[in-house]
């Protein structure tokens, strides 16, 4: 059996951090404008989440950083919004129930810092993740929220807690 651990992003995987999220984005043939290929915190996820009202988790199996996902303040929306950023699994970690043990962590989180609303964008490709958005709550919205700067991602979804 595997170990699996779910903790808080260290400075020491921000480069294992940076190169799954580049790779997933590749292999969904994300365009690397408008999305968030461009982002400037992609190689400092550590540093970027040291902010207040936010986290991002790695999903460490047997020792290898193979996921990560995280949330923070939504630019733009109200404070009570937060956003689930980075949620990206290489394929050796998908079908396993990471992403959904990633969500819950993420969610309850988020609430015990009085977030009532998660958002989050994603493209119309990645079909799997929509999915398992939608069995954790998330609904499809008509508009997007806040100030993401992801204008590549045309697919918004909200969960109310």
Same mark, same amino acid.
């Given at each position: 059996?595997?170990?699996?651990?779910?903790?808080?992003i260290r400075e020491?995987?921000?480069?294992?951090?940076?190169?799954?999220?580049?790779?997933?984005?590749?292999?969904?043939?994300?365009?690397? #404008?408008?999305?968030?290929?461009?982002d400037p915190?992609?190689?400092?996820?550590?540093?970027?989440?040291?902010?207040?009202?936010g986290a991002y988790y790695v999903v460490e199996v047997d020792g290898v950083v193979l996921a990560g996902g995280g949330f923070g303040r939504l630019p733009g929306a109200p404070a009570e919004v937060c956003e689930l950023q980075k949620m990206y699994m290489l394929p050796q970690a998908r079908g396993l129930g990471l992403g959904q043990?990633?969500?819950?962590?993420? #969610?309850?989180?988020?609430?015990?810092l009085n977030y009532t609303q998660c958002?989050?964008?994603t493209l119309p490709n990645m079909l799997a993740a929509q999915k398992l958005y939608q069995k954790m709550g998330f609904q499809y919205i008509q508009t997007p929220m806040g100030?993401?700067?992801?204008?590549?991602?045309? #697919?918004?979804m909200l969960l109310k807690f």
């Amino acid at each position: 059996m595997s170990s699996v651990l779910i903790r808080e992003i260290r400075e020491t995987d921000n480069a294992a951090v940076a190169a799954l999220i580049r790779a997933v984005l590749t292999e969904m043939e994300v365009p690397k #404008v408008g999305s968030a290929f461009a982002d400037p915190s992609l190689d400092y996820m550590y540093q970027h989440y040291q902010q207040d009202k936010g986290a991002y988790y790695v999903v460490e199996v047997d020792g290898v950083v193979l996921a990560g996902g995280g949330f923070g303040r939504l630019p733009g929306a109200p404070a009570e919004v937060c956003e689930l950023q980075k949620m990206y699994m290489l394929p050796q970690a998908r079908g396993l129930g990471l992403g959904q043990q990633l969500i819950e962590r993420c #969610v309850e989180d988020a609430k015990e810092l009085n977030y009532t609303q998660c958002y989050l964008e994603t493209l119309p490709n990645m079909l799997a993740a929509q999915k398992l958005y939608q069995k954790m709550g998330f609904q499809y919205i008509q508009t997007p929220m806040g100030n993401t700067g992801h204008n590549a991602c045309p #697919v918004w979804m909200l969960l109310k807690f």
